[in-house]
């Protein structure tokens, strides 16, 4: 089916580690966006790319890094994972003038 | 930077009553967006505006796009158990002030008794 898949579900990881979450859409959006979101903090913009390889910062991109080496993949990595980073990761695509589509999201903890 | 106040934060009603939530901002807006969130999902969209005093419906749902580009907001009629969930109004600016990011409001969580 059309639409956006995000991977893993679920994540359990302890700090220090490197962790990926995958990102995959079927419409060929030009624009994607990782958001992250936390209980009193809203959805909060982490990074978002225009283009295949074409990435810029968000609100809160310090400790993430992206890629996009291809329209359809967004993947975002905790290069160094922390406590702070525990929180539900969002990924969306975006067609139009601003209607963004949104995946189920991604539950990440770090112990 | 740019900000959304949105309000209420939460909302406790009886099933079958009217709801009203409103985004405010400081700065101009070419687009508004209203978004609902189920638990454990993403967001989805609601309604979208375009135009300075667009008013829209979907189903009972009904919203505007004030006529200062600064509010919106959100009506919906007859609440339903289904309609829980926390909603998200959202602003565009013009490409100049961000590219084609979306700036959202903290979001009216929304709790129905039957």
């Known amino acids: 089916d059309a639409g956006i898949t995000q991977s893993p579900r679920y994540k359990i990881t302890e700090t220090g580690r490197q962790v990926t979450l995958m990102c995959h859409q079927t419409?060929?959006?030009?624009?994607m966006f990782w958001y992250r979101q936390d209980l009193g903090h809203g959805l909060r913009l982490i990074y978002y790319s225009a283009a295949a390889d074409i990435t810029d910062k968000g609100e809160v991109p310090d400790g993430y890094v992206v890629s996009r080496s291809k329209t359809e993949n967004f993947p975002l990595t905790l290069e160094s994972a922390t406590r702070s980073q525990t929180s539900v990761y969002f990924c969306a695509s975006m067609r139009g003038y601003g209607e963004l589509f949104f995946g189920e999201g991604s539950r990440l903890t770090v112990l | 930077g740019q900000q959304l106040n949105q309000s209420p934060q939460s909302m406790f009603i009886q099933e079958g009553e009217d709801v009203s939530m409103n985004c405010t901002s400081s700065s101009i807006f070419n687009t508004w967006l209203w978004y609902k969130q189920d638990p454990g999902e993403g967001p989805v969209l609601l309604i979208a505006?375009?135009?300075?005093?667009e008013l829209t419906s979907n189903g009972r749902l009904t919203a505007q796009f004030g006529i200062t580009r600064k509010d919106s907001f959100l009506n919906i009629s007859a609440s339903i158990p289904s309609d829980v969930g926390i909603y998200f109004c959202?602003?565009?600016?013009?490409?100049?002030?961000?590219?084609?990011?979306?700036?959202f409001g903290q979001g009216t969580r929304l709790t129905i008794n039957p």
């Open positions: 419409w060929s959006h030009s624009y």
């Open positions: 959202a602003g565009r600016g013009d490409l100049i002030q961000g590219a084609q990011k979306l700036v």
């Open positions: 505006l375009y135009k300075a005093g």
